[in-house]
């Protein structure tokens, strides 16, 4: 069975690549199973390009087949922010909760109907012998206006998904692992897989 490389080291997307490309025809490894290490700045305008790049430098680097996504929040009253800063908002110092409570104060005031916002995901593909392939998915719905909830990751605890009234970190893995955005653009990539996999 054909290798394909994840670069991630955040074990949440891991469990959930991993579970959604099941038959794909791949054994779905890391850098650290494979005892490589790639630092890749993340410092493209999109999340198709941060994407990209990071599928590129690890099957560069580990002579591969890889898969690499970049995903985050946007939230339309803030002009789409977070956006491709979603993992380091507000810098590096501050983990989920904090970043979670940032986005809360930056919303203070802002009333339900006006806390759109979105989880998007593009997920790319490289391999040493072919150009990038990429997917893209979205998840639509809104902030709350309190964290809650203990399933998950990010900003799950305050994002309620549209045609719920509970945040994703309530409604847990069945509705993520079918709904969200990487859930979305990872069903999309197993069928490009499926198909080209020859």
Known sequence: MKRLVVGTGNAGKLTEIRRKLEGAGFEIVTL????LSVDVEEDEETFAGNARKKAAAVSLAAGLPALADDSGIEVDVLGGRPGVRSARYGGNGLDDAARNALLLRELAGVPAGKR??????????????QAPHMEEGTFEGSIA????????????????PAGFDRT???LGAEVKNRLSHRARALDLMKLWLLAHRG
């Open 168 to 170: 994703l970190s309530e």
């Open 116 to 129: 759109t916002a979105r989880f998007r995901c593009a997920l790319a593909f490289a391999a040493p012998d």
């Open 145 to 160: 206006f309190a964290p809650a909830g203990d399933y998950g990751f990010g900003y799950d605890p305050i994002f309620v």
């Open 32 to 35: 650290r199973d494979l005892g």
